[in-house]
């Protein structure tokens, strides 16, 4: 399943529910992507960070429990996983997405020394729902102009 993340100064999404195939067939999941919002960003005040959650439910079908499932971060839509770019209009303003909250593995698709996120149904439920912290940080970047900045990342989960 892939999912859309809208960074707007955030992340941000709503839920969306499809099949998919892999180790259960017919599993599905729903995501939402919780906000990862900056607020006001000042190009003086050093780096800027902020938390969101993506959550996801799911549910197996015929006694076929989904056991776990991979969430993939994509680059968005203007930079790459080392440097991801909120844009206005042809202004950037350089962000990244992480793993932990040390903000020390980017998180990506797992290429290029990205890491990805791994949730497990260890009860082995048919549905259950768990969510995974998104950390970002705007590093410092006194040349920053003023305006409102925006991204779209693409989330993928599979199992």
Not at 66 to 82: M, N, Y
Not at 104 to 133: E, K, M, R
Request: charged share 10%; glycine share 14%.
């Amino acid at each position: 399943m892939i999912r859309k993340l809208i960074i707007l100064g955030a992340v941000a999404g709503a839920g969306l529910a499809a099949p998919a195939g892999g180790a259960c067939l017919l599993c599905s999941c729903t995501v939402d992507g919780g906000a990862v919002s900056f607020g006001s960003f000042s190009a003086f005040s050093g780096a800027q960070d902020a938390t969101g959650l993506i959550e996801v439910d799911c549910l197996g079908v015929l006694g076929t429990p989904l056991d776990s499932f991979t969430l993939k971060l994509g680059p968005g839509l203007h930079g790459s996983f080392a440097v991801r770019e909120m844009r206005s209009g042809a202004d950037a303003l350089i962000y990244n997405l992480y793993t932990d909250a040390a903000r020390t593995t980017i998180w990506g698709d797992g290429t290029g020394g990205t890491s990805v996120v791994t949730l497990t149904n260890s009860l082995s439920l048919l549905t259950w729902s768990v969510s995974a912290p998104v950390y970002g940080r705007i590093p410092s970047q006194p040349t920053a102009k003023a305006g409102v900045y925006s991204d779209t990342v693409l989330v993928t989960v599979e199992w």
